[in-house]
T-cell receptor, first 110, second 112 residues
Framework: RKEVEQDPGPFNVPEGATVAFNCTYS??????FFWYRQDCRKEPKLLMS???SGNEDGRFTAQLNRASQYISLLIRDSKLSDSATYLC???????????FGAGTRLAVHP | DGGITQSPKYLFRKEGQNVTLSCEQN?????MYWYRQDPGQGLRLIYY???????QKGDIAEGYSVSREKKESFPLTVTSAQKNPTAFYLC???????????FGPGTRLTVL
């Protein structure tokens, strides 16, 4: 099993839709997680940190399910500007390293 | 403005040549990282450094070398031993541990 797995998509949704992505991880020692956003040909940028059960920031909600070892990202009221690739990031236990998922691509259309 | 800079943005190299990619940060971060990203793939860790004068190999270190002589700087050399060097190279820094990493704008390397 890969350390971090994401559905590559693409998820094609209309403006205003609600969309959710899941990410599964294999290292059960992980304590904190992150979602990054990467625009085409740009660097990844931190979207949200996920500690304990979850986190909410405006239209974005991240949740953590330790028992099933997955984290999710929910985007409500999608905007055209949300079109990007969303990377799930998991720390490797015992090292100062983060493992980046390959990403899920979101395309929001008018 | 605090941040991470990488130069150059685009780099072209002939086969058999070594090339050095620059990464500088003024965030006072202890840890710095180099990643490689190929089209449609995730980031793969090349090297990382937790403190000045110390660095560790990542998952794909073969054909690459680094140095960490100053806290602010972590240059990456892509050597001629790297079989497939054409990729998007990203440098990142963090305060260390499992904290979030902040990325520079990247260098796109093409081997001709």
């Amino acid at each position: 099993r890969k350390e971090v797995e994401q559905d590559p998509g693409p998820f094609n949704v209309p403006e205003g839709a609600t969309v959710a992505f899941n990410c599964t991880y294999s290292n059960s020692a992980s304590q904190s997680f992150f979602w990054y956003r990467q625009d085409c040909r740009k660097e990844p940028k931190l979207l949200m940190s996920v500690y304990s059960s979850g986190n909410e920031d405006g239209r974005f909600t991240a949740q953590l399910n330790r028992a099933s070892q997955y984290i999710s990202l929910l985007i409500r009221d999608s905007k055209l500007s949300d079109s990007a690739t969303y990377l799930c990031v998991v720390p490797v236990g015992g090292y100062n390293k983060l493992i980046f998922g390959a990403g899920t691509r979101l395309a929001v259309h008018p | 403005d605090g941040g991470i800079t990488q130069s150059p943005k685009y780099l072209f190299r002939k086969e058999g040549q070594n090339v050095t990619l620059s990464c500088e940060q003024n965030l006072n971060h202890d840890a710095m990282y180099w990643y490689r990203q190929d089209p449609g793939q995730g980031l793969r860790l090349i090297y990382y450094s937790q403190i000045v004068n110390d660095f560790q190999k990542g998952d794909i270190a073969e054909g690459y070398s680094v140095s960490r002589e100053k806290k602010e700087s972590f240059p990456l050399t892509v050597t001629s031993a790297q079989k497939n060097p054409t990729a998007f190279y990203l440098c990142a820094s963090s305060i260390g541990g499992h904290n979030e990493q902040f990325f520079g704008p990247g260098t796109r390397l093409t081997v001709l």
